[in-house]
């Protein structure tokens, strides 16, 4: 009898106040995680043993707004700043990790999104993250646009609103500079020899008083590949699919276009 009392006592202090967030961040929306060490006691005895080591790959999260993460033992998931999102069939979580403004993204299928995500925001505040390298084999980085929606181009030029990769080691970005609705494209960034900043710059001190703030979303999916998955030098934009529909970038700005792209897309030579 005593021990199924102790029992009792030890699931209801597991289910009880489970750290559900309410925050306006990515994580509010992500299923809640019980690490490994807070389901023993004080004194360190649990009932759990260890968990088993994950291999990281890729899994299909549970929400559909951040919907790819990899796999990872719930409290690998914590220490890497994720939330958990469904089980992995292969053992541990989906970890799901975004990254607001002034973050690094420094995991293979990390998310950058907009501050108030998964609202638009209309918060004017230039926005900076780092992309390193997650180990010594990745070579390149593709950034999918999923969302990408900022002001759009006038006279051809992104003159208030604009999204770049660039590098501190060199003089010239690593993108051309883009505005307006890229939602759907992707880009492909080296991250060698060193690592990439992505800047989105907002700007509203062209509207007039009158005007309503406008409102802007981006929703990325940064995903880290080795030199055999890696899209040929010198290539923005790399299609691998047997049939694919290619936009310029920039092309579902609206009525005004940007006239200043100068890239390469590639494509994969298909077999015979």
């Not at 973050?103 to 293979?108: D, F, T, Y």
């Not at 979303?217 to 890696?230: D, G, N, R, S, Y």
């Not at 299609?239 to 890239?263: E, I, K, P």
């Amino acid at each position: 009898m005593a021990w199924a009392v102790l029992w009792v006592c030890v699931v209801a202090a597991l289910t009880h106040g489970l750290p559900l967030d309410n925050s306006p961040s990515p994580r509010a929306f992500a299923q809640p995680v019980t690490s490994q060490s807070a389901r023993s006691f004080a004194v360190g005895f649990s009932f759990w043993p260890p968990e088993p080591e994950v291999e990281p790959v890729e899994c299909a999260a549970a929400n559909t707004l951040l919907p790819r993460g990899t796999c990872f033992k719930s409290d690998d998931c914590i220490k890497l700043g994720g939330v958990a999102s469904g089980k992995c069939t292969s053992g541990g979580v989906c970890c799901v990790v975004p990254v607001l403004c002034g973050g690094v993204a420094r995991h293979n299928n990390t998310w950058f999104v907009n501050k108030d995500f998964p609202k638009a925001t209309t918060d004017p505040a230039s926005c900076t993250i780092t992309i390193r390298r997650a180990n010594a084999k990745v070579v390149q980085a593709r950034l999918e646009l999923e969302v990408l929606d900022l002001g759009t181009p006038r006279r051809g030029r992104c003159r208030e609103d604009s999204f770049l990769a660039t590098r501190a080691s060199v003089s010239q970005p690593l993108t051309p500079t883009l505005c307006g609705n890229n939602s759907r494209q992707h880009i492909y960034v080296d991250l060698l020899p060193g690592e990439v900043e992505v800047q989105v710059k907002l700007d509203n001190s062209h509207l007039l008083p009158r005007q309503g703030l406008p409102q802007r979303q981006w929703k990325v999916l940064i995903t880290q590949h080795p030199q055999e998955e890696a899209a040929p030098h010198g290539c923005l934009q790399y299609y691998r699919q047997d049939a694919s529909t290619v936009h310029s970038l920039n092309y579902d700005s609206g009525l005004d276009f940007a006239d200043h792209l100068n890239y390469d897309v590639c494509f994969t030579r298909l077999s015979k």
